[in-house]
């Protein structure tokens, strides 16, 4: 292994900040190249990134991981396609489920437009508002319960929030249906 690659584990392991953000520089490019191929938008893989390279350097500073004979690079990739399958599996899960609660209504969502549906809510969720967008993520991307979403943001009690995901889960509906 490069003297380089030995230094910059151990600058890691040391708690070094312009360690992280070296690794980070390095990397982001080729990782988001790399991720493509996953059919995951740039701004999923950012944040799928975002979250191995902090992975990777916790393991650095709070395990003192060494990599005996692998590149850091290879290191930092594995963890990245680990969170990408949790991330697919999480879209998966929003758009694949059986049964959407909206309001008390139950939606079936068939098994044999899945395919098209993730297309679908690829396309229009960003048709949805800021707001919308951010309390559906939390929820069925990050798997947030209400109260957790309550006790992190600004909503001021569980009803709102419930009332308020219902509603742009409606409207994601709606876009999806008249498409």
């Given amino acids: 292994m490069e003297k380089q690659q030995v230094d910059l584990q151990t600058r890691l392991r040391n708690d070094d900040k312009k360690a992280l953000e070296e690794v980070y520089l390095n990397y982001k490019d080729a990782f988001v190249n790399y991720g493509l ?6 701004e999923d893989l950012i944040d799928v990134y975002q979250d191995s390279v902090i992975a990777m350097y916790q393991n650095f500073t709070q395990k003192q ?3 005996n004979g692998s590149s850091l690079k290879t290191y930092l990739f594995s963890i990245g396609k680990h969170k990408i399958y949790d991330r697919l599996k999480e879209q998966k899960q929003l758009v ?18 899945l395919s098209e549906e993730q297309l679908q809510l690829r396309k229009y969720f960003g048709h949805l508002g800021e707001s919308c967008q951010h309390i559906l993520r939390l929820f069925y991307y990050r798997g947030l319960s209400i109260k957790e979403i309550v006790s992190q943001t600004q909503y001021k009690d569980e009803n709102t929030v419930k009332s308020h995901k219902s509603r742009c889960l409606k409207k994601l509906i709606t876009l999806i249906k008249k498409d």
């Fill in 37 to 42: 191929r996953f059919q995951l938008d740039r």
């Fill in 65 to 67: 991981t060494e990599l």
């Fill in 96 to 113: 694949g489920a059986v049964v959407v609660e909206d309001d008390y209504e139950e939606i079936e969502l068939t098994e044999s437009i």
